[in-house]
């Protein structure tokens, strides 16, 4: 069974510019997840969706940050504009339902320099 | 807020030896708790999970004891090898008629010398 799958691995990005990251679950997974890792810290939820739907976007930067699910299945998130405080690693995670096991993606590692 | 804290930050053991590892939580809604490995440039991977209707559960070399009262709960590597460094995440969520929203530690770094 492939795994969740993101892109890039890497990115590197001034100040202010923007940034998009590329997520593709586990078939079958209904729910969504993006997370923000900053060094020396666990994932913290950015967002979770259900099919195309937000559950819970509570902790995302709405100001900044924005994510969508077309067609329940791939998501993207966006950064625009970038500050130096997004450097972190973003990890996608997906599972079969609202409350069963999440598995992570290997993640993006963003530098904003 | 930070939900749930973890220590030790870093932990150096001996192979064959037991690694311990401590989490505290304070929301009395969370009702099931993971433990994640992470491996570098890897995502977290799920290595064991916990009910409060039990006070241990044991996989392998891996046992998980659940102090409800304390609303602590702790994770035991018996026998450590080298392969089991690794970044080690406890977390915490509701879970029955829930979303899953998992609030993680921040982590602890274990290295196994051999």
């Known amino acids: 069974e492939a795994g969740v799958a993101q892109s890039p691995r890497y990115k590197i990005i001034e100040k202010r510019q923007s940034v998009a990251f590329w997520c593709n679950p586990i078939?079958?997974?209904?729910?969504l997840y993006w997370y923000q890792q900053i060094l020396g810290q666990g994932p913290k939820l950015l967002i979770q969706?259900?099919?195309?739907?937000?559950?819970?976007d509570s902790q995302l930067p709405k100001d900044r940050f924005s994510a969508e699910r077309l067609k329940g299945v791939d998501s993207t998130l966006k950064i625009q504009p970038a500050k130096l405080e997004d450097s972190a690693v973003y990890l996608c995670?997906?599972?079969?339902?609202?409350?069963?096991?999440?598995?992570f993606g290997q993640g993006t590692r963003l530098t904003v320099v | 807020q930070q939900q749930v804290k973890q220590s030790p930050q870093s932990l150096i053991v001996q192979k064959g030896g037991i690694s311990i590892i401590n989490c505290a939580y304070e929301n009395t809604a969370f009702d099931y708790f993971p433990w994640y490995q992470q491996f570098p440039g890897k995502g977290p991977a799920l290595l064991i999970a916990i009910r409060p209707d039990v006070s241990e559960k044991k996989e392998g070399r891996f046992t998980i004891s659940f102090n409800k009262s304390a609303k602590q709960f702790s994770l035991h590597i018996m026998d450590s090898q080298p392969g089991d460094s690794a970044t080690y995440f406890c977390?915490?969520?509701?879970?029955?008629?829930?979303?899953?929203?998992?609030?993680f530690g921040k982590g602890t770094l274990l290295t196994v010398n051999p």
């Open positions: 969706f259900q099919n195309n739907g937000v559950v819970d």
């Open positions: 995670a997906s599972s079969l339902a609202r409350n069963t096991e999440a598995f």
């Open positions: 977390a915490a969520t509701p879970s029955r008629g829930s979303n899953y929203k998992l609030t």
């Open positions: 078939s079958g997974h209904a729910t």
